[in-house]
């Protein structure tokens, strides 16, 4: 007689469907039964190892096939690969590998569980523990071993797991019917069903509208509230030509809501794609039948196919998606923190790259660099610059830029600069750093709208215009409230909310200030009103050549249809630290004072400022024994150059940074790059670098 069993539980080692088949239709019947059980074992465990967070994150990045044009089958079949891919390879290799007998697919069998169940601990420890590394990996094993062995004793782990099967189905099913990226697989049609706008009495204006990326308008002034002339003498030319709508804010700290707000002139109400399916009316479908379109948008696409001609394309098709989403997943199951982002490796491609070198208009002024920094212009603003041409018919250039937006890598000069991936942006230290590159490259910026306005006038454009130049959001570097999320929005709204916003007419040649109160819904019925287009709806903004708004409260949105109300008025601006007094400095001989380690110390033994790059940031690490808020001064050939402090340890240890933004102080060929402790005297000691 057998003995009883507990519910639930084996009655032996071996599981019944790893037996070998009885003869007969009975036991092949077994036999697959079996087979396809373990199947559904393994479909379940690669859904919630791989299928469920790639499909997460990318569900909530429809930028990410709007950024690579992505069609609606790339999307699809992407989506089927992620789906069935991993599960058809590790089903098909244990399958392989049970060709060996009986006790293969019961080794190989669980073997794969005990792997699939460890990947998915990484995942989970990663979110719900402090463990990283190593020790994360070795509690992940001992979890999947465990479970394997729960696995092989009892048979509720089996049903469970064959019931869950039906997970990737169900991820697949999120993907297209409720998350953000749904609009890029199932568009509503080619033009969004919007009718172009009628027009206006009298003519059309060429129109040129230029939408920087994550610029405050607090970085373009000086202490009294006037765009700083000094170190940004472009903007204060456009400036002193255009309106200056000094009040005007963004409508969200994120470019997915903000944009489609500025071209729709509608407040963002759900979690919509930035695509023409989802705002079909907007400023292309109104002006389209109007205007011929040249349009170069960054990580939307709310101009229509039919009606917008792409001259300069991120990298395109199935191959580079695939390629992206696996290095997600590598993210994803690593056992360190990792951003798992698609959206993060947005970058402009430089004219080199994308082989628009014989574009790039010829360059007046020699201090600009053009001939020599190709790498250093992005591409679509090179093409932007070739189209600015009078045409036949009336003309829309758009062209959304990201700069001065992250990563930040140019001086303003337009050299280009390395900076390590880690290195923070937040913190104490860290968030001045961070502002002192983002001016940086804000006035390198600057530069680009010197060639705008040039290239304008040059081209006979500049007078017949409607030109505006705008940013969709701005930033904080206030310590604590640094980025564009909530704390940010609520601690440092002034830098998150309001951008600066120039429209300069036809024909208008004097500057004016207004101080109306402009949100960017605003945008839309301002441009089509003074182009005399005629919008086909009513939208959420006022037109600027309508009375002001009686509101003095501003609607800003962290997340669509929940406005923040954020008080009124030009913000101002936070005061630049002074330069320390030993910049500029000489240094002769100092006695020694302990030690530092400089990475990348070998850029300084040939530098070539014609090439377009610099060792602009010295970034590297003291001993742990030198206290935070050390002062240490950088000398390039043998006068001080900055001054930073020593900043708490982290990870990367008792780390400091330092931005040179003064490329005067190289000179071609190798270049001296010393590093002293200030003391409180303000004495200097020499540190001696280690490798």
């Excluded at 002192?436 to 530069?447: F, N, P, V």
Aim: net charge neutral.
């Amino acid at each position: 007689m057998a003995e009883p069993t507990t519910a639930g539980r084996r009655p032996d080692r071996t599981p019944p469907e790893a037996s070998a088949p009885s003869p007969g239709a009975g036991g092949t019947t077994a036999w697959w039964r079996a087979e396809l059980g373990r199947a559904l074992e393994v479909t379940a465990l690669v859904g919630a190892t791989v299928t469920q967070p790639l499909l997460d994150v990318l569900g909530r990045s429809p930028d990410f096939f709007l950024f690579h044009r992505a069609t609606p089958g790339e999307v699809a079949a992407l989506l089927a690969l992620v789906a069935l891919g991993p599960t058809v390879a590790v089903t098909g290799l244990g399958a392989a590998i049970r060709l060996g007998g009986r006790r293969a697919r019961t080794v190989a069998h669980r073997l794969l569980l005990a792997a699939l169940l460890a990947a998915l601990a990484v995942q989970v420890g990663r979110a719900v523990t402090p463990l990283r590394g190593v020790p994360l990996v070795v509690v992940a094993v001992a979890a999947g071993l465990a479970g394997a062995a729960a696995h092989r004793r009892w048979r509720w782990p089996g049903r469970v797991l064959r019931v869950a099967a039906a997970g990737p189905a169900l991820f697949v099913a999120l993907f297209l019917l409720v998350s953000p990226a749904s609009a890029v697989v199932s568009p509503r049609g080619d033009d969004g069903g919007a009718a172009g706008a009628a027009a206006g009495p009298g003519g059309h204006p060429p129109v040129v509208l230029l939408v920087l990326d994550e610029l405050p308008l607090v970085s373009l002034l000086t202490p009294d509230g006037r765009v700083d002339a000094a170190r940004f003498p472009h903007f204060a030319e456009l400036a002193a030509g255009s309106t200056w709508y000094r009040n005007s804010t963004g409508v969200s700290g994120w470019t997915p809501y903000a944009l489609p707000a500025m071209l729709t002139g509608r407040y963002p109400t759900g979690p919509d794609a930035p695509h023409y399916s989802r705002h079909p009316d907007n400023l292309f479908t109104a002006f389209g039948g109007r205007y011929d379109l040249r349009v170069q948008e960054t990580i939307s696409r709310l101009c229509p196919p039919s009606r917008c001609d792409q001259p300069v394309a991120p990298e395109q098709g199935l191959g580079v998606l695939l390629r992206k989403t696996a290095g997600l997943l590598g993210q994803l199951a690593a056992p360190v923190d990792a951003t798992a982002d698609p959206e993060a490796d947005y970058r402009e491609p430089t004219a080199a790259e994308a082989g628009l070198d014989a574009a790039e208009p010829p360059p007046t002024d020699p201090k600009f660099r053009w001939d020599t920094l190709d790498d250093n212009q992005p591409a679509r603003f090179t093409s932007f610059l070739a189209g600015l041409r009078p045409t036949e018919r009336p003309t829309l250039h758009f062209l959304h830029l990201l700069m001065p937006h992250t990563p930040w890598e140019f001086l303003p000069s337009g050299a280009r600069y390395a900076a390590p991936d880690d290195l923070p942006n937040d913190g104490v230290g860290w968030v001045d750093l961070a502002r002192q590159r983002h001016l940086a490259q804000l006035g390198y910026t600057d530069r680009l709208i010197g060639e705008t306005l040039r290239t304008l006038r040059a081209t006979g454009l500049y007078d017949r215009a409607l030109l505006v130049v705008t940013a969709d959001h701005g930033v904080s570097f206030t310590e604590g409230a640094q980025g564009r999320g909530m704390g940010a929005i609520r601690g440092a709204p002034g830098e998150v909310a309001w951008v600066p916003t120039f429209v300069k007419e036809p024909g208008q040649r004097a500057g004016r200030v207004d101080d109306r109160n402009w949100e960017h819904v605003d945008l839309l019925p301002t441009v089509a009103d003074l182009a005399r287009i005629r919008l086909p709806r009513p939208v959420d903004g006022r037109s600027a050549r309508q009375a002001p708004r009686e509101r003095a409260d501003k609607r800003f949105y962290d997340r669509p249809g929940e406005p923040v109300t954020l008080a009124g008025g030009a913000p101002t601006p936070p005061p630049l630290p002074a330069p320390h007094p030993l910049v500029g400095t000489p240094v002769g001989d100092r006695p020694g004072g302990g030690t530092v380690r400089i990475a990348d110390r070998s850029a300084f033994r040939a530098v070539d400022p014609d090439v377009g790059r610099l060792p602009a940031l010295v970034w590297g690490a003291v001993p742990d024994q030198v206290p935070d808020g050390t002062l240490l001064a950088v000398a390039v050939n043998g006068r001080i150059a900055a001054v930073t402090r020593v900043v708490p340890p982290d990870e990367g240890g008792r780390r400091f940074a330092v931005l040179l933004g003064d490329d005067r102080v190289f000179r071609g060929g190798e270049n001296r790059l010393d590093v002293y402790r200030v003391a409180a005297d303000g004495g200097l000691r020499h540190l001696t670098p280690t490798d």
